[in-house]
């Protein structure tokens, strides 16, 4: 299962690493992030719990072996490579940093310590999946920031690079700070507060607004929420208002928002509604959330969709997945690659955080007193201990984040580790 | 299955109808192409297979209904309601243009007629499904188009939202004109070509270069690309060159691929390689390969990642679903929505293609001689046949975009769908 959701070249290299005999061989792998998304001092790293699922249930069924043996690029693969796909389960060790922890440029996120077939099949998966959620909970943490204590409400499944990515970004907009998200799947799948309550539909569906609103407060009580934009917002601020309460409070989702968010205001104050929230909506993100929050706009919570769940500024994430080690103990090489613009730091390593910088280090280094952040995940195949749940990663991010990390934190080599670098640089390549 | 993957609120507002005895009135829902994405001037529909497979096995288990009983918005639902939830299927009809068809701004990729619940519920998902793969097979079209006959090989699902997201986005870049994929699990899904051959860590696994294309040349024969910028593109491109054929070709992955792909041609040639392609990658987009085509760089292939299967540029698509027209036959009413700049056109629609210019009219209506594009794909919850392959798919939209559509393509309305407008717009809701 899984096995085929990878790059092709990744099953070509594997069967042959397979004919030169070095699938006993093996190699460390680094998840990092070489470059940070536009407009990002950081990122919150999320998604390991997928890389943890599909590590754990990563194999190859009868028919997808088949499809492999009819390709043209696996013609000469070796007999013994199939049965060792059929066989396939990932057996190695993975070290990576928890969900929830903010990572700089050039920082680990994970390492694969492993059969080299096994840390090279992976790669695709990985870094998808690992990019995908970390990119969402970077986004959101700003949008969070942005808001200065008001709620951020997450709904943006509809803009999702497709419907499932949607349930995904809902958890990471969570990890980053987000109140709940309107994505039920992700409540019922990681216990994430579900928010929403109608849309322009219900009230279209209506012969009038207030009959709408009337009956929305019937089912929902002191959670509704009016949509009070879809003819007139004051006329429909004020149809809310005379209906009164229950009524959490109003969404906006169209036109001037700061203007429109004062005259609601008002006109809910008036009709003696001062508890009753405004909510708004439409194309919103950090800049424009800062912007009606600096303007001292009454309103107590956004919504943010398409920008948050596709982090539309900045859609992709520079992360890697580099070889830094390959050998059996006592036989360890490190690979160098030259290319000026794709350095890659050789060997397995460390990254320790201290209070006003972080030091990566050698893997068997130790720095007393400082938090070692890629902590063991998987060993020899096994999930080492239960992974936190939403909530949990929430919290650490959330710590994480307050006070708010400064951009161009400070991250030194340990002097293993400059000797290491100094060592491989003085080898060239045959 | 599936039941949870939508946004709350379309399930509070379908306990909602169904509290108001709207569970048994029809209602047309359209997804529309309200705004085209930044820097398109048109979109190529796709994802249709998808919203299909998530019509026909909509429903919601046992333990998904008792997750939504324990939500307090729903606490007042009407016990009716989850003995309706626990019997839901799609019963509806679904008439959508054919996947691979160019699509303009305003123009419907779907009409939904089913119970008001059932359309209503589905939102979320057929919006996400169908925009995401329309935006990836539209930014394929732009990097096909600016290649101008070269080869683009996609392989970009690292870089996906979500691995899962990777294999629609490489079925949305072959229906775009992508050569293949490096998804391995879309070529096994879809029938699409999938290519690759070997990637850094494989040259830095051997002792020496010569030795890793060797092993490569041992695997592939003659489907074999060295990748030859590890340690040195032209040292690599020579290395290449001595081994000689088997050989398809060559990639470079880094730097300026427009002097580098001519040194490694004349290199190549000299040892009367001359068959042997070039193939680049790195970061590129319509804009770098439209440069390096009128350059008159040697490049036979482009493989793009990053930028086609996240649509960088323009990561979201502005479609909408909304209702058009509820109520059962002989009382129909059509929704008003005056939020200026959220404007909707009344009516289940049809859409008329003529060599010049595109029809709108109503559902109705025809014009003989012309296509209508919107054709029954489900009617009465049943597919009424089944839906072409990636390849006929790919042919339709080849076909669609040679030449190369114009801008700002005109599309009339009809005199009956003018009227209707008319009509509505006098209308004032209460």
Redo the contacts between chains.
């Keep these: 299962m899984n096995g085929?959701?990878?790059?092709?070249?990744?099953?070509?290299?594997a069967?042959?690493?397979f004919?030169?005999g070095?699938h006993e061989e093996t190699?460390t792998?680094e998840l990092t992030i070489r470059r940070l998304p536009k407009n990002r001092d950081f990122v919150v790293a999320a998604g390991l719990h997928?890389a943890v699922d599909?590590l754990l249930n990563l194999s190859f069924t009868e028919d997808?072996i088949k499809?492999?043996q009819g390709?043209?690029?696996l013609?000469?693969?070796e007999p013994g490579f199939w049965d060792y796909l059929a066989g396939f389960r990932f057996t190695g060790d993975i070290f990576a940093v928890p969900e929830g922890t903010v990572l700089y440029q050039g920082q680990p996120v994970m390492n694969v310590r492993a059969p080299?077939i096994e840390g090279?099949i992976a790669?695709?998966?990985l870094?998808?999946?690992i990019?995908?959620e970390t990119?969402v909970a970077s986004k959101a943490a700003r949008i969070v920031h942005a808001a200065a204590g008001r709620d951020i409400i997450e709904?943006g499944?509809?803009?999702?690079?497709?419907?499932?990515?949607?349930?995904?970004?809902a958890r990471a907009g969570y990890i980053g700070g987000c109140a709940g998200t309107?994505?039920?799947?992700a409540?019922?799948l990681y216990g994430i507060p579900?928010?929403?309550?109608?849309?322009?539909?219900?009230v279209?569906?209506?012969?009038?607004?207030?009959e709408a609103f009337e009956?929305?407060q019937?089912?929902?009580?002191d959670?509704t929420v009016h949509l009070i934009?879809?003819?007139?917002t004051l006329e429909g601020a004020r149809t809310a208002a005379r209906l009164g309460r229950p009524l959490r409070g109003v969404r906006i989702?169209?036109?001037d928002l700061d203007q429109l968010s004062r005259e609601v205001r008002v006109i809910l104050d008036q009709a003696g509604l001062t508890e009753a929230r405004i909510m708004v909506s439409g194309d919103l993100e950090e800049s424009k959330i800062e912007l009606l929050v600096k303007a001292g706009a009454p309103i107590d919570a956004f919504g943010v969709g398409?920008e948050l769940t596709?982090?539309?500024d900045a859609?992709?994430?520079g992360a890697v997945?580099?070889?830094v080690a390959?050998g059996n103990t006592g036989n360890v090489r490190y690979?160098?690659?030259?290319?000026p613009?794709?350095h890659t730091i050789p060997g397995a390593k460390q990254l320790f955080r201290l209070p006003d910088h972080d030091v990566l280090t050698l893997a068997t280094e130790c720095i007393s007193g400082a938090e070692a952040l890629l902590q063991p995940v998987i060993l020899g195949g096994n999930l080492v201990q239960p992974l936190p749940n939403a909530n949990q990663i929430r919290e650490r991010a959330t710590k994480a984040l307050n006070p708010w990390p400064v951009a161009n934190r400070p991250m030194e080599h340990s002097p293993k580790l400059t000797a290491l670098i100094e060592q491989v640089r003085g080898e060239t390549?045959?």
Excluded: C
Excluded at 229 to 232: A, I, M
Excluded at 335 to 339: A, E
């Design positions: 085929l959701l990878t790059d092709l070249y990744e099953l070509t290299m069967a042959g690493y004919a030169a070095k190699a792998f997928r599909y997808e499809y492999l390709l043209p690029s013609h000469n693969a080299l090279q790669e695709t998966y870094l998808a999946a990019g995908y990119l709904f499944t509809r803009r999702a690079h497709t419907p499932e990515a949607g349930v995904l970004g309107s994505n039920t799947l409540g019922y579900v928010l929403g309550t109608a849309a322009h539909s219900w279209m569906s209506f012969a009038s607004e207030a009956r929305l019937r089912l929902l009580g959670r934009d879809t003819y007139d989702d169209s036109g398409t596709t982090s539309a859609p992709n994430i997945y580099k070889v390959i690979p160098v690659k030259s290319s613009e794709k390549p045959k």
